[in-house]
């Protein structure tokens, strides 16, 4: 089934909407001088709009999940998808940690380290 | 036993699945990128960072035009698939139009800065936006030459079956595109300037 005249007005008037809610969230948020919606509402909300949105275009302009059985398009994208998360997770999450780590200079380092037992 | 037409079918069905393979080795490339960026946006080294470069209005702008052009993209599907070809030029060349315009205002936006001394040797978090902003910027102008010989070939040639499997893949290429834009405009641009 090739993609219906309906199909691609819908995404284009689902992806619009959803890329102006995203615009007018982040100008009352500096309107209010990032005070309201506060900065967690904002981190999780541009998410979950720009992943509703990735959604909406996958489905509705690439066909996704329209193959028939064997569905070789949608398993490589979960694929592709979860090589995606473990990279950015996993990078945002080693980095954070070392971050951590190295927060301290390497005189209070070594201290630590002594306390601990680790020299 | 198949028939000729349906191994031109599985054949087909083959190129256009190896070709979403290929998109979906894009979108780990992407993601890597993004991965770097997401880990020194806040490495400004005394410069400035998103919220102080990132003009707003300038991107929505610059989103709705590429979003537009892969809605006009998809019109230009519609009616290869009704073998309309004037109307397949038509789109196509609006398509076309949209993505220069964007292309213009990315270049525009990296010039300004670059200008300002904001380049990608400013600091870490600059070098990772230039790197993942950039390399979109590529593949945006490979779409266009891609759909610039299309234009020519569906002109000289019309739709037969080697230029609709050709149109097919450049749609899938300019619609994955836009899905890349979409996380750029939000991780980048709108979790820039909203701090």
């Known amino acids: 089934m090739k993609n219906t005249k309906t199909m691609y007005i819908a995404g284009y008037v689902a992806s619009v909407i959803l890329t102006l809610a995203a615009y007018v969230l982040v100008s009352t948020h500096v309107a209010h001088h990032h005070l309201y919606p506060t900065d967690t509402f904002m981190r999780y909300s541009l998410m979950i709009l720009a992943v509703v949105q990735l959604f909406a275009q996958m489905v509705l302009f690439l066909g996704l999940g329209r193959d028939k059985k064997p569905r070789w398009n949608t398993y490589t994208f979960i694929f592709a998808g979860t090589i995606v998360l473990i990279i950015v997770i996993g990078s945002l999450w080693i980095m954070s940690n070392l971050n951590y780590r190295m927060m301290y200079s390497p005189e209070q380092i070594n201290r630590y380290l002594h306390q601990e037992g680790d020299l | ?195």
């Open chain 2, 1 to 195: 036993m198949s028939t000729n037409a349906e191994i031109k079918e599985q054949n087909e069905q083959k190129t256009l699945f190896g070709f979403w393979v290929y998109l979906m080795t894009d979108i780990v490339l992407f993601a890597s990128l993004f991965a770097t960026f997401a880990v020194l946006r806040n490495n400004t080294f005394g410069g400035p960072n998103g919220e102080e470069l990132f003009n707003i209005n300038f991107v929505l702008a610059e989103t709705l035009i590429l979003l537009t052009s892969s809605f006009t993209c998809g019109a230009a599907m519609l009616a290869a698939h009704d073998k309309q070809k004037k109307e397949v030029m038509i789109w196509l060349g609006i398509t076309f139009l949209l993505g220069l315009a964007f292309l213009g205002l990315e270049i525009n936006e990296f010039h300004h800065l670059a200008a300002e001394g904001h380049s990608w040797r400013q600091s870490a978090f600059l070098s990772s936006f230039f790197t993942l902003v950039g390399t979109h910027g590529a593949h945006i102008t490979v779409g266009l030459i891609w759909m610039g010989t299309m234009m020519y070939r569906v002109y000289q040639a019309g739709l037969n079956a080697m230029n609709l499997k050709r149109l097919t893949m450049l749609s899938m290429f300019w619609h994955f595109l836009d899905v890349i834009w979409i996380f750029i405009f939000t991780v980048v641009y709108m979790m820039g300037i909203s701090g």
